[in-house]
């Protein structure tokens, strides 16, 4: 068991070593206030960051408060955010999302997320309509909170798989889970420039289709295992809030 962990931990160090010298170093990073950083990923799911950003300013230049864009109607944030891919489906989570944090946390503030223990912040974020794993982790780990987890989106899920990091069926979920772990020495500055790192690796070498191993910074090491892409699973009602939680004011 031991064992298995330090390889992880040293498949790690040489990811981060190896995308460093390919890509150079990607931070600092802009931290935002953990509730914008919620609804920035929730809007920017499998869409390009130059769409989804300029899709966050325009719903804060409409609703520059979280307690507005909770009363705006689903149809008036789908026409803002248009650009976006699944903007119908985001439109009505992000606003569903909205007015579940404001019935628990009138001021919108989720600072008080820092001093809970991570799983349990994250189950608290991730009940949420819209937001799983990736989102509740960048909430998390990209904000102003800067709590230790890693955050898995599609491209880092499928280096993670190809590398062999994780198993061919691990979910994203698996691989957040196990890069966190496996890396106790990578503080959360780390742990996100080691995402942006892999993010970009899956934008340029290992892309969905005809990953480019021969010129891939990771190929002296990668067990090159096949990978599908997922089928996508549209997202449901809000599940039923477990009491067990509680909030802040609990
Ligand atoms: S060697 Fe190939 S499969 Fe492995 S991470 Fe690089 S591009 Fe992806």
Redesign the pocket.
């Known amino acids: 068991m031991q064992e298995s962990f330090d390889f992880a931990a040293d498949d790690l160090t040489f990811i981060r070593t190896a995308l460093t010298r390919a890509f150079g170093r990607l931070a600092p990073f802009e931290r935002p206030e953990p509730l914008w950083k919620l609804v920035r990923s929730l809007i920017g799911c499998r869409t390009y960051d130059v769409v989804a950003d300029p899709a966050l300013e325009r719903l804060k230049q409409c609703w520059p408060h979280p307690s507005l864009l909770a009363g705006a109607q689903p149809s008036d944030v789908e026409r803002v955010i248009g650009d976006v891919t699944y903007a119908k489906d985001k439109a009505s989570n992000l606003v569903a999302t909205l007015q579940w944090i404001g019935r628990e946390q009138p001021d919108y503030d989720l600072s008080f997320l820092r001093f809970w223990p991570l799983h349990q912040a994250l189950a608290w974020l991730e009940r949420l309509p819209g937001v799983g794993p990736k989102v509740a982790a960048a909430t998390l780990n990209a904000s102003t909170l800067r709590m230790r987890v890693f955050i898995v989106d599609s491209h880092v899920h ?2 993670l798989i ?2 062999g990091f994780i198993g061919r069926n691990a979910s994203a979920e698996d691989g957040r889970n196990a890069v966190t772990a496996a890396a106790p020495s990578f503080d959360a500055d780390s742990l996100l420039e080691l995402f942006a790192q892999m993010k970009k ?1 899956g934008q340029t ?3 969905p289709l005809r ?3 021969p010129a ?4 002296v090491r ?4 096949d ?1 599908s892409p997922p089928v996508r699973v549209r997202s449901g009602p809000p599940r039923p809030y477990p009491a067990v939680l509680g909030s802040r004011r609990a």
Do not use: A, G, K, S
């Not at 891939?216 to 190929?219: A, G, I, N, Q, S």
């Not at 990668?222 to 295992?225: A, F, G, I, P």
């Open positions: 499928r280096v190809r590398f690796l070498f290992c892309r990953p480019n191993c891939c910074p990771l190929h990668c067990r090159r295992v990978w």
